[in-house]
């Protein structure tokens, strides 16, 4: 499998991406906007084997402030315009005229912002565990922990080291072990990114994204643009987090992973990659009407 790793630039930094696939083939290329904020890419490797299963090129990079990017020194870079408008840089520096778009978790919080600027050349949006509101995913959080063992809390709120990984290998990753590219993308998170713009715990909101919304914003979405929306059944983009985003999107095709926590291309990997290809498929080969109100669906594997 052809892989080419390179630099775009942004701001007069260095935005390093990845492309992984014949980038010239046949099928659009699908461009992968990662979570964090902070977190490099590495933990959604997972999805590399779409290229040749489905014979697309994906391109995936590693935000700036993290991973193989520049880190600047400058805290008021870690602002979401600046990782909207990174991902307009990424795309015109690959000449993505046309392309897929797929954001996770908070990437899907960018893509959300980038799509509705009404970008021209966008095939579909995937939207992996979205958050649209970050108020009610911080109530969603704290419902959360407040759900685990008391002494489980007791540690949390101790701040004990390692304390709060009983959240989240319930609700972020649910493998035991994790594999080890996934523990690496998150030991290697840049905390000056994550604790400006977030916080320090998911249930606890003190970034600059407190109050963050787009729900009273996506009446602007393209309504002709096919947009998918995936999330776990043990997800910290609980049902109840997704379904109101999926009712708000005109024929958005919700679907829910029944054995996944929030990384269900890591969890459910192949049987994630084949609702993600179908998909693309279908949205490359089918034009017109599509179902009027979402539902969560398990397709068969």
Known sequence: MTVTEGYASFQGFRTWYKIVGDSAGDKLPLLVVNGGPGCPHDYMADLEALAAEDGRALIFYDQLGCGRSDHPDDPGLWVIDTFVRELAAVRTALG????????????????????????????????????????????????????LPPEERTAIGRREPGADMAFYRRWLCRLDPWPEYVVEAFTGMSRDVYGTMWGGHEWEL????????????????????????????????????????????????????????????????????????????????????????????????
């Open 96 to 147: 993505l005229d046309r392309v897929h778009l797929l954001g996770h978790s908070f990437g899907a919080q960018v893509a959300l912002e980038y799509v509705l600027t009404r970008p021209p050349g966008l095939a579909t949006l995937t939207l992996a565990g979205p958050i649209a509101d970050a108020p009610a995913y911080e109530a969603e959080a704290r419902r959360l922990m407040e759900s």
């Open 206 to 301: 003190t970034g600059n994204l407190k109050g963050w919304t787009v729900m009273d914003r996506l009446g602007g979405l393209d309504p002709d643009l096919p947009v998918l929306v995936t999330s776990g059944r043990h997800d910290l983009t609980t049902p109840a987090l997704v379904r109101p985003l999926a009712e708000a999107v005109p024929g958005a095709e919700w679907v829910l992973f029944e054995e996944s926590a929030h990384l269900p291309f890591v969890e459910e990997p192949e049987h994630y990659r084949a609702v993600l290809a179908s998909f693309l498929r279908r949205s490359e080969a089918v034009s017109g009407p599509r179902a009027a109100s979402p539902r969560p669906l398990s397709p068969s594997r």
